[in-house]
C-alpha cells in the first residue's frame, strides 16, 4: 500500500488559492489518487480523484505530474468553512490507508 | 452520487454493554465494506474488512472476538464491539464503494461515522 506524505497544516487568508501537495513516490501502476475532506465528528467527504494530468470538478482540481509520485490538490477562493483536515489517499479497490492529513485552517 | 448511512450516530453506554453499529450502501450494491476508527486529534485507522458472504479479515492488533462484523447482504454490514470498556471509546466510521472487485475505479464513501462512549 503506498505511503503518502503531506505537510501537517497549512494556513490561509479568505478568498485565496489554496494549493497541498502530496508525495507518493512508490504508487503503484494501477493506484488512483483520491483526496477526501473531513470536518470533526464526520465521515470522510470525497473531493476529488484522478490517475493522471489534471482533473477538476466543481469544488478543486487535482494536478498529477507525468510521474505520478506527487499530486496537488488546489482549492480555489477558500471560504471559512474549507478549514477541515484534508487527505491525500492512493490506491486502487484496495482498502485505503490514511496518513495524518493536512489541517487547513482559513482565517477571515 | 454514492451514499453510505451509518446509524446510530452516537452512543452512550454503561462498560460491559454491546453496541451493534450498522453501515449501508443506500444507492449500490458493495460485496466488500471497510470499517475504520478515529481516536480524537488523530487519522483513521483501518480494522477491518468486511466481505459479503464470507469472514472479515481484521488489521494486526484489532480483535476479531471483541470486534464482530457481520456483511449478510450486499448493502449492509455490521460492526458489534462486544463487552465494550471506556477504552474502546471512539469514533468508528465505515466506508464502501461500488466499483469493488471490478476492474473500473471508483472512489470510496464514507458513512458520517458512530461516536461511542463508554462510561
Known amino acids: 500500500l503506498a505511503k503518502t506524505t503531506q505537510p501537517i497544516s497549512m494556513d490561509s487568508y479568505e478568498g485565496q488559492e489554496v494549493n497541498i501537495t502530496c508525495s507518493h513516490n512508490?504508487?503503484?501502476?494501477?493506484?488512483?489518487i483520491t483526496w477526501y475532506q473531513q470536518f470533526p465528528s464526520q465521515g470522510p467527504r470525497f473531493i476529488i480523484q484522478?490517475?493522471?494530468t489534471k482533473v477538476t470538478n466543481e469544488v478543486a482540481s487535482l494536478f498529477i505530474p507525468a510521474d505520478r509520485k506527487s499530486s496537488t490538490l488546489s482549492l480555489p477562493r477558500v471560504s471559512l468553512s474549507d478549514t477541515a483536515v484534508y487527505y491525500c489517499l492512493v490506491g486502487g479497490n484496495t482498502p485505503l490507508v490514511f496518513g495524518k492529513g493536512t489541517r487547513l485552517s482559513v482565517i477571515a | 452520487g454514492a451514499v453510505v448511512s451509518q446509524h446510530p450516530s452516537r452512543v452512550i453506554c454503561k462498560s460491559g454493554t454491546s453496541v451493534k453499529i450498522e453501515c449501508r450502501s443506500l444507492d449500490f450494491q458493495a460485496t466488500t465494506m471497510f470499517w475504520y476508527r478515529q481516536f480524537p486529534k488523530q487519522s483513521l485507522m483501518l480494522m477491518a474488512t468486511?466481505?459479503?458472504?464470507?469472514?472479515?479479515?481484521?488489521e494486526q492488533g484489532v480483535e476479531k472476538d471483541k470486534f464482530l462484523i457481520n456483511h449478510a447482504s450486499l448493502t449492509l454490514s455490521t460492526l458489534t464491539v462486544t463487552s465494550a470498556h471506556p477504552e474502546d471509546s471512539s469514533f468508528y466510521i465505515c466506508s464502501a464503494s461500488p466499483s469493488m472487485g471490478q476492474e473500473n475505479n471508483q472512489p470510496q464513501h464514507f458513512g458520517d461515522g458512530t461516536r461511542l462512549s463508554i462510561l
Open positions: 512508490n504508487i503503484a501502476t494501477n493506484d488512483y
Open positions: 484522478g490517475y493522471k
Open positions: 468486511s466481505n459479503e458472504g464470507s469472514k472479515a479479515t481484521y
